[in-house]
């Protein structure tokens, strides 16, 4: 199996998915079996109303990008395996900021005064097991609009009321829940396109198993060796992002991408057409 990991350059609209869902077309048009996988995501309830409803629709709770890829992906897999750590985040209920007078509290919050409900997906031998946590402090969304509508079995239903609880319960499944679904995932694929988180470089250590690292920014698309790309950051990977190896590792090659449309991102047919040089690029240096 080959693998690519697609980092982001910046922390938001580095244009990741659009690439990962361009290449997953193409390849898939190849008659190659090509499947993707994002181990981390966030989800707003607010600016991705539509996907939060499109959840609710389906019965589970997963990203927007993960979705995006899966609709494309030639091999059957779960949602919930190709995205087996999701968090659905909201705003801290200003309201009550404003009551207590503690406003300024959100601009010096964490992810856990973010966070509404989250979902871990681990893959057994009988099937998937689905953990759900929930942020007791947050009440914008009524928890049982979400429960009474999810279709996946869960096995625990963890409430969560403080931000070291937040981090135990990730030391707890994250890294079973991810490697777990990553082998599900690879071994009926003959190319992974993995997905990284915002610019995080090292979302888990699976990423050292790809043929190549892409990281991706408008305009361009570097192409990095996934050793030299490692080798370049040494310790404390899980917290390195694109700007830690930017000056350190050397590419392959630089290549250039053209502006989009709204409708080219959207439409798959032609965001492949627009990016027919780059993806035949990628796909000789892979040597699919």
């Not at 990741?16 to 993707?36: D, F, H, N, P, Q």
């Not at 996907?51 to 709770?61: A, M, P, T």
């Not at 690292?213 to 490692?230: D, M, Q, R």
């Not at 080798?231 to 390195?240: E, L, S, Y």
Request: charged share 20%; proline share 4%; net charge positive.
């Amino acid at each position: 199996m080959k693998q690519v990991f697609v980092c982001g350059v910046f922390s938001e609209s580095s244009g990741k998915t659009t690439l990962c869902r361009a290449l997953i077309e193409y390849v898939a048009s190849m008659g190659i079996k090509v499947s993707a996988f994002k181990p981390l995501s966030g989800h707003s309830f607010w600016q991705q109303y539509d996907y939060y409803l499109e959840c609710l629709r389906v019965g589970s709770v997963f990203c927007e990008d993960a979705y995006e890829m899966w609709k494309l992906v030639n091999v059957k897999i779960p949602i919930e395996a190709l995205n087996p750590a999701d968090i659905l985040t909201t705003i801290p209920n200003i309201a009550k900021l404003i009551d207590k007078n503690s406003i300024n509290n959100i601009f010096n919050s964490t992810i856990y005064n973010w966070m509404y409900i989250g979902r871990f997906t681990i893959a057994h031998k009988e099937g998937l097991e689905h953990i759900i946590y929930y942020n007791v402090n947050e009440d914008i969304i009524p928890l049982d609009e979400i429960i009474k509508k999810l279709k996946i079995k869960i096995s625990r239903l963890i409430p969560i009321s403080e931000f070291s609880e937040f981090i135990k319960i990730h030391e707890e499944y994250y890294y079973n829940a991810v490697d777990s679904c990553y082998r599900l995932v690879s071994k009926s694929s003959d190319l992974l396109v993995v997905e990284g988180f915002n610019d995080s470089i090292y979302p888990w250590s699976g990423v050292e198993n790809s043929t190549i690292v892409l990281a991706v920014s408008p305009g361009h698309i570097i192409i990095y060796n996934t050793k030299e790309f490692y080798k370049a950051i040494n310790n404390q990977k899980a917290t390195k992002v694109f700007y830690d190896v930017a000056s350190k590792a050397k590419p392959i090659k630089i290549l250039k991408t053209p502006p989009l449309t709204k409708h080219d991102i959207k439409d798959t047919t032609t965001l492949t057409k627009k990016y027919g040089n780059v993806l035949s690029d990628i796909v000789n240096i892979l040597k699919l």
